[in-house]
């Protein structure tokens, strides 16, 4: 079994607890993930791993998390080609309109363009109600966009269907089964 290594920048708890959430969804599937907070650890432990969750929540107006923001020009000098990397990320639809899931974009980017890492976990815009986002290629959330102010409800439906398809795109054979 492959450790899966998932790294989250959290200021208000919220991108934590949507970790321990994916985290105990990929348990369900009999799929280890060791768990980092961004804020306490070396970035350089992404490299440890083939398979990367990075959990990113966009603060003020489109910006990265504190944690994120201090280690973002250390990630350049990362490789992390043959990686495959899911991003999930917090933001607020409706007081943030304009800049919703823009840290999925700025992260993703910056992991896929500069690092070389593979980016899986794209999920779909639609059921958001948002003018505008750096999250946002073809038409999809670079990953999996989650609102507790304004969809809480929907945060743990959408954290299990996303957790399945990350292991279908990570290609964790025999792994589907949910108890």
């Known amino acids: 079994m492959t450790a899966i290594g998932l790294f989250y920048g959290s200021t208000a708890g ?5 970790g321990r959430l994916i985290q105990r969804e990929f348990e369900r599937a009999q799929q280890q993930v060791e ?9 350089d432990a992404l490299v440890d791993y083939d398979k990367l969750i990075i ?16 280690v973002f020009d250390k990630l ?4 992390l080609i043959g990686v495959q990397v899911a991003l ?12 919703f899931q823009d840290a999925l974009g700025i992260l993703g980017r910056r992991l896929r363009d500069e690092c070389g890492a593979e980016l899986v976990g794209f999920w779909s815009a639609e059921g958001y109600d948002f003018a505008y986002s750096e999250g946002i290629e073809d038409g999809s959330f670079m990953g999996l966009a989650l609102d507790d102010d304004n969809q809480g ?13 990350i292991i279908r795109e990570f290609e964790l054979e025999g792994a589907l089964h949910v108890g």
């Open 35 to 43: 768990v980092h907070d961004i804020g306490s650890t070396d970035i």
């Open 76 to 79: 350049a000098d990362l490789v």
């Open 14 to 18: 919220t991108t934590e607890e949507a």
């Open 55 to 70: 959990g990113v929540p966009t603060y003020n107006i489109g910006e990265l998390q504190d944690d994120w923001y201090v």
């Open 88 to 99: 999930f990320g917090l933001g607020d639809q409706y007081g943030y309109a304009d800049t």
């Open 153 to 165: 409800a929907l945060t743990e439906s959408r954290i299990q269907a996303w957790v399945q398809q």
